[in-house]
């Protein structure tokens, strides 16, 4: 492993085979949020980035909309090379790649992580969860030495097929944007135009 990314893995047979290119997460290193999906699809396999295709449009906008800068954020996988028709990771798959994960984790230390769907959740919590029922729940979880804040969250995908997951998506998102003390683009408007106040106390006198 050189640093975050995996440069070259061979864990999987199959995987190997599947995909065309190892897909790292992306985002700063001292991220104070880090979103943490289930494994590359096709957009992402070919463009080596994760979260680019459709589910990606969805986080963007959420993420907009709560006044969020991707490039403030890490966005990683729990598998990081495509399954074949984009099954599910196999539970042998995922601890394969389990190590990376936690070494990614334990080297950006977030505030917060937000688990995108059933299979990061049930991988992190290590049990079953029902994510539609379970969204917004904040859960600290132990991996190694180490704790960590957790808020679970439907997959982007999911609101694609059912619009009534879209206002849980983006309220999560919030939740976990605020809890992660990420200062939205609203708010920094809204101190830039308060500005003056500072300001205030250098002419005080
Ligand atoms: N879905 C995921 O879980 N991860 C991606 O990177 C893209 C879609």
Known sequence: MDGLDVTACKRCQNLVESRSQIVNGVGPADAELVFVGEAPGANEDEHGEPFVGRSGDVLDDALNEVGVSR????????????PPENRNPKTEELSNCRRYLEHELS??????IVTLGKVPSEHLLDRQVAVTTAAGDVVDIRLGDESHRVIISVHPAATLYDQSHSDTFVNTIKSAASLAGVQSDTD???NAESGGQSRLGEYED
């Open 107 to 112: 080297v950006i230390d977030p505030a917060v």
């Open 188 to 190: 920094s408007a809204n």
């Open 71 to 82: 490039d403030t954020i890490r966005i990683t996988n729990c598998v990081r090379c495509r």
